[in-house]
Nanobody
Framework: QVQFVESGGGLVQPGGSLRLSCAASGIILTIYTVDWYRQAPGNQRELVATITPSGRNTVYAGSVKGRFTISRDNAKNTVYLQMDSLKPEDTAVYYC????????????WGQGTQVTVSS
């Protein structure tokens, strides 16, 4: 059974930083593009960042470009999202899933990790 477990969220002041982790079990992430999404209350789930299997190519939503960095450690089967210069509008639950033509898979959504940016 495939399981994604997101962690690293929390409460941070505007301008602060957090590093999220996406650990996978039951699947070898090495061969997959992986996406980070977020969903704020009352909003649809939004694609935030994408990383290719090798990690050489990344894509970001315009709202986070220059502030967020996606990376991966294939040896640990884990993908990360470094979030800097956080803004209140970054407040959301953050999720990861496989991307590209294989994803996202509805049965792969985890519980997510809550990020709250507030003074």
């Amino acid at each position: 059974q495939v399981q994604f477990v997101e962690s690293g969220g929390g409460l941070v002041q505007p301008g602060g930083s957090l590093r999220l982790s996406c650990a996978a079990s039951g699947i070898i992430l090495t061969i997959y593009t992986v996406d980070w999404y977020r969903q704020a209350p009352g909003n649809q789930r939004e694609l935030v960042a994408t990383i290719t299997p090798s990690g050489r190519n990344t894509v970001y939503a315009g709202s986070v470009k220059g502030r967020f960095t996606i990376s991966r450690d294939n040896a640990k089967n884990t993908v990360y999202l470094q979030m800097d210069s956080l803004k209140p509008e970054d407040t959301a639950v953050y999720y990861c899933n496989i991307g590209g033509t294989a994803g996202p898979r509805n049965d792969y959504w985890g519980q997510g990790t809550q990020v709250t940016v507030s003074s």
